[in-house]
């Protein structure tokens, strides 16, 4: 081998270690429904924000760990979280006694409610008004069952499925689905600035948000006592006032520390 080929090949392996190192994994995969308004979506510089990203990242820190984000949809959490594709979840999970069967959750940070938003142009001030009519949901979400739960109480119409919000909304605007079934404080901040747009109703279910993890990994432990510190800290309080212009009461999840949730 000459010179020149021995000094070109140097050069070659010094890269090849450079971009190995550089592409080292994170200590923490996060899968997050991004879109997810206001908790996980890209901001205008395309940069992964929110009040759950704040929240993860802030834990991550507090661990000593690193996180990468991994868009997912809202469906497709829950067998890579079981599987290990992802270490946890977020996207405005909330915490059921059937989803605690085959996964775990940290303690709450969010209580919350569905809520009906339609178009102000369509004259529907509630779910009374939504007989034979085309209702939009997340798949999968807590929305798409109290929907399908309802379906013959409220006399719905066709329940058609999306992945995130932005598609619903994309539909909605366009007449191809009628309202819209989510979660309330996504929908509240998202019509703030829409006067097109109305949240008629909320529809009260007791939800409380959380990170999901795997059945029983003891990373959930850790990440609860974490947010158990934040919300002592008033950390999580500071959050709720950022992103929703609102100071949290000392009631909720957001504020009280909680046990973790065991499931039946």
Request: proline letters at 4%.
């Amino acid at each position: 081998m000459t010179r020149s080929t021995t000094f070109r090949a140097s050069i070659f392996a010094g890269l090849l270690a450079a971009f190995s190192t550089g592409a080292q994994a994170a200590d923490l995969t996060v899968g997050a429904n991004i879109g997810n308004v206001p908790w996980e979506f890209e901001d205008a510089s395309g940069k992964v924000t929110g009040f759950e990203v704040d929240l993860v990242n802030e834990i991550a820190k507090r661990l000593g760990k690193t996180v990468e984000f991994v868009n997912t949809p809202f469906n497709g959490l829950f067998p890579a979280v079981q599987s290990g594709r992802i270490n946890m979840a977020i996207s405005s999970i909330t915490i059921t006694e059937k989803r605690l069967e085959s996964v775990s959750f940290a303690q709450p940070y969010y209580d919350s409610d569905q809520s009906l938003t339609v178009t102000a142009a369509s004259g529907i001030t509630g779910l009374k008004d939504m007989g034979e009519k085309v209702v939009g949901v997340d798949t999968g979400s807590t929305g798409d069952m109290w929907a399908d739960a309802n379906k013959a109480e409220y006399k719905l119409g066709e329940i058609r499925r999306f992945e995130g919000l932005q598609p619903a909304m994309l539909d909605l605007v366009a007449g191809r689905v009628d309202g819209y079934i989510s979660d309330i404080p996504a929908l509240l901040y998202y019509v703030k600035d829409k006067p097109e747009l109305k949240v008629v109703e909320r529809i009260p279910t007791g939800e409380k948000y959380s990170i999901m993890f795997n059945k029983n990994d003891p990373l959930a432990t850790e990440v609860n006592t974490v947010i158990t510190t934040l919300k002592q800290e008033g950390f999580i309080a500071k959050l709720h006032e950022t992103w929703f212009g609102a100071k949290a009461e000392d009631t909720t999840s957001t504020v009280t520390v909680l046990d973790m949730p065991k499931g039946k």
